[in-house]
């Protein structure tokens, strides 16, 4: 009976104790959410996206604002050339982009080829690679991101700091009550903060029309029934050696005259002179046969 009672306790123990822990940690969390309240302060919480977040003035929530630069490449075959350079168009208008630059030309052996450079807003970048290459003959294919959160706040950051320089000049240049000197002298470093504040803006806002819109470059061509080294087909390479060999033959017959014309008027004085030997020759052969007659 006794054992009995003492098992009672144990687990009686057992059973109240904890939730006798769980109710001081409670309170301790209640505690410590209570002090970071008294002193206007949120707690920091981590993303799944590995950034941190808070309401806290001077902490920017990188989680949901990471600035990516994006960039593709795509090389791609096509049997019809004005088709696809029709669908690539069609393509970027239904996905809100833009044509930034293009390019085509035609090949010795007629076919033609052409790059395109498009701008695509970030948020339908595969969208737009995947209507694409589900297409098109895609033979090559890159992606990359380049992540400039950091540099754009450390821009964010230099531009705050020269606008409260700013500020403070222009204060002084209001009061007008330094010596002449003294103005000049401070208009001269307004007038290179504001040079510091342009330049910075304009980096701020390069750095974010890239982030917001990704950019991909596409070159398509027409296959080559046989493709050589030169780019051309295998006709296009028999026409080429044929002229080359007629472009050899004219180079000697052309270069066969000039020797002959340089040196016509040797042939010339040779044949007189042959003429001449074989015409006194003859002189003295006949007058050789009269003597013996």
């Given amino acids: 009976m006794k054992s009995y ?3 009672l306790v144990l687990l009686a123990g057992i059973i109240f104790f904890p939730a006798c822990n769980l109710s001081g940690s409670k309170d301790e969390s209640v505690s ?14 981590f993303s ?21 630069v994006q ?10 050339f004005p088709a696809s350079e029709k669908f690539i168009t069609e393509l970027t208008a239904k996905h809100s982009g833009f044509i930034s630059g293009s390019s085509s030309e035609t090949g010795a052996s007629g076919k033609r ?6 701008r695509i807003p970030s948020d339908k970048f595969y969208a737009f690679l995947t209507e694409l290459t589900s297409a098109e ?19 964010e950051a230099r531009q705050k700091t020269q606008k409260e320089l700013e500020s403070r000049l222009l204060d002084l240049l209001n009061q007008k009550t330094g010596q002449l000197s003294d103005i000049i002298e401070v208009e ?20 974010k029309n890239r982030s917001e819109f990704s950019t991909i470059e596409i070159m398509f061509f027409e296959p080559e029934l046989i493709q050589t080294a030169s780019g051309g087909g295998f006709f296009h390479e028999i026409g080429r050696g044929f002229k080359k060999g007629l472009e050899g033959f004219t180079e000697i017959l052309s270069g066969l005259i000039m020797i002959v014309v340089s040196i016509s008027h040797i042939l010339i004085f040779i044949i007189i002179l042959i003429f001449i030997i074989k015409r006194y020759f003859r002189k003295k052969n006949l007058g050789s046969s009269q003597l013996a007659g």
């Fill in 137 to 155: 003959k895609v033979l090559s294919q890159e992606v990359s991101g380049k992540d400039v959160t950091d540099e754009y706040i450390d821009l």
């Fill in 71 to 80: 960039s593709g490449t795509v090389k791609i075959e096509t049997d019809n």
């Fill in 32 to 45: 410590v959410s209570n002090n970071l309240t008294e002193k206007n302060e949120s707690p920091v919480n």
């Fill in 5 to 7: 009672k003492i098992i």
């Fill in 188 to 207: 001269e470093k307004l007038s290179s903060v504001r040079e510091i504040i342009e330049s910075t803006e304009g980096k701020m806002n390069y750095l």
């Fill in 48 to 68: 799944d996206k590995g950034g941190v977040t808070s309401t806290r003035s001077g902490i920017i929530a990188l989680s949901e604002k990471r600035m990516i």
């Fill in 113 to 118: 080829k052409g790059a395109v450079k498009v």
